[in-house]
């Protein structure tokens, strides 16, 4: 109940496509759904995020998709550039659960110059 | 934008031994979160920390772990007695007073046990 599903595991995408990463949650108390970025020997950093009374946010190349029926949500990545190779985790919370977030398991995502 | 510093970057310990793991806040925040990440895998929640009170931790944060904040400012993770699989990556997050959902990371300590 208290799980975060994410995939893919890996994805490689050309400069210039689209990332479009997923994630599943079963848990209906989320109320929260940040997406992080990490780079190697670095910190989860915000990304972007969405609460479930919104169905998309946008901010630049990045766009939350969120379906509250099928408890799914996903990050899209426009106009892919190599700078995004990161990991990027999908996460969810709970405003009454002293706010901790429960993490996905991460997408290794690779841009091709 | 605003973050937490950790100190130190990397600590190599013997098993058995005890480590202390500090987190700085840049003001004076009030809720605070330690989370874990074994090399590859996601980020856990292990403990979070309000008006210096535990509020909440999870099954990860056993007796050999604790977290104070003793001078009112730095804001400790201690385990007691580590272990080979203690291992990781681990990071304080702070949140903003109020209704802001959202948490800061740090850069993370990474503790090797040998």
């Known amino acids: 109940q208290q799980q975060v599903k994410q995939s893919p595991q890996s994805l490689i995408v050309q400069k210039g496509g689209i990332s479009i990463i997923n994630c599943a949650y079963e848990?209906?108390?989320?109320?929260?759904f940040p997406w992080y970025q990490q780079f190697p020997g670095k910190g989860p950093a915000l990304l972007i995020a969405?609460?479930?009374?919104?169905s998309e946010k946008k901010e630049g190349r990045f766009t939350i998709s969120f379906n509250k029926s099928a408890k799914q949500f996903s990050l899209h990545i426009m106009d892919s550039q190599p700078g995004d190779s990161a990991t990027y985790f999908c996460?969810?919370?709970?405003?009454?659960?002293?706010?901790?977030?429960?993490f996905g398991s991460g997408t290794r995502l690779l841009v091709r110059p | 934008e605003p973050e937490v510093t950790q100190t130190p970057s990397h600590q190599v310990t013997q098993m058995g031994q005890e480590v202390i793991l500090r987190c700085v806040p840049i003001?004076?925040?009030?809720?605070f979160y330690w989370y874990r990440q074994i090399l590859g895998q996601k980020v856990e929640f292990l403990v979070s920390?309000?008006?210096?009170?535990?509020?909440?931790k999870s099954e990860i944060f056993d007796d050999q772990f604790s977290v104070e904040r003793p001078d009112g400012s730095n804001f400790t993770l201690k385990i007691r007695s580590t272990k080979l699989e203690d291992s990781a990556m681990y990071f304080c997050?702070?949140?903003?007073?109020?209704?802001?959902?959202?948490?800061?990371f740090g850069p993370g300590t990474r503790l090797t046990v040998l």
């Open positions: 996460a969810a919370l709970r405003m009454d659960s002293s706010y901790k977030l429960i």
């Open positions: 848990n209906t108390a989320f109320d929260y």
């Open positions: 969405i609460r479930p009374d919104v």
């Open positions: 003001s004076n925040h009030l809720y």
């Open positions: 920390f309000y008006n210096n009170e535990i509020s909440e």
């Open positions: 997050a702070r949140r903003d007073r109020g209704h802001t959902d959202t948490q800061y």
